[in-house]
């Protein structure tokens, strides 16, 4: 968008031919044009996660750093935050929007989430990852696209593994899921030393959840409320 490619221009941020700008909140994303519009309800999972003031903040599968402009528009009082992403376009745009936006405090990293170490220090874990296992309906023929959409890289148990292994003793997690495999992230959580804590459902134009936001963390239970969501 005009807009968007004007506020590049004056912070010396390169747009290059195959991608487009997005806006997201106040703020804008840079993408691949032949890819879709990343993380669109990022805004949504932040506000969901609660960021607070200094928190030490992990993205898995970072991509592109749309949950960090998010998060700077929610809470710009945040602590450091890490991004791990296995793709070096997803991170060059990512580290773009970092700079677009002027965020400061933000690193990413190139890494596979099944090989990570972090102690746990992070207050808050969050992931918006691959929906769908390989094989699953059609895949693009676009690496690049495909590692987004479908679990090229690890499926959710291991996402979860590496977000359980990094979290603070009083930290949480926070994902975004494809409604339809809600009972495959329920099952992997079973498997480890925590807890669903708080689930949302997000709805499509059709008025269907299609997307279910879920806060994990050690101990606790859950009660569903009359609106569909999900509370401790």
């Known amino acids: 968008m005009k807009a968007g490619q004007q506020r590049a221009e004056q ?6 031919a195959h991608e487009r700008i997005d806006p997201l909140g106040t703020g804008w994303v840079i993408s691949s044009r032949a890819g879709f519009a990343p993380c669109p309800w990022a805004l949504d999972l932040i506000e969901f996660a609660r960021p607070r003031v200094g928190e030490k903040i992990l993205d898995l599968g970072c991509g592109s750093a749309p949950l960090a402009v998010a998060i700077g528009q929610i809470e710009p009082a945040h602590g450091p935050i890490l991004g791990v992403d296995l793709s070096w376009r997803r991170l060059d745009q990512g580290r773009r929007n970092l700079a677009l936006q002027n ?4 690193a990413l990293v190139r890494s596979d989430i099944r090989c990570l170490h972090y102690p746990p220090i992070f207050d808050l874990v969050l992931s918006n990852p691959p929906f769908y296992p390989v094989g699953w309906g059609r895949m693009s023929d676009d690496p690049e696209i495909s590692s987004a959409t479908h679990a090229v890289h690890g499926d959710i148990p291991d996402f979860l593994a590496a977000a359980c292994d990094a ?3 009083h930290g949480r997690i926070v994902f975004i899921y494809d409604t339809d495999r809600l009972p495959q992230l329920l099952i992997a959580v079973s498997g480890m030393a925590v807890r669903v804590k708080e689930m949302r459902f997000l709805y499509d134009d059709r008025h269907r959840p299609s997307r279910v936001m879920i806060m994990i963390a050690r101990g606790g239970g859950l009660v569903i409320d009359h609106r569909g969501s999900v509370v401790t």
């Open 11 to 16: 912070r010396g941020v390169p747009i290059h």
């Open 103 to 106: 965020l400061q405090n933000c």
């Open 167 to 169: 979290l603070a003793p």
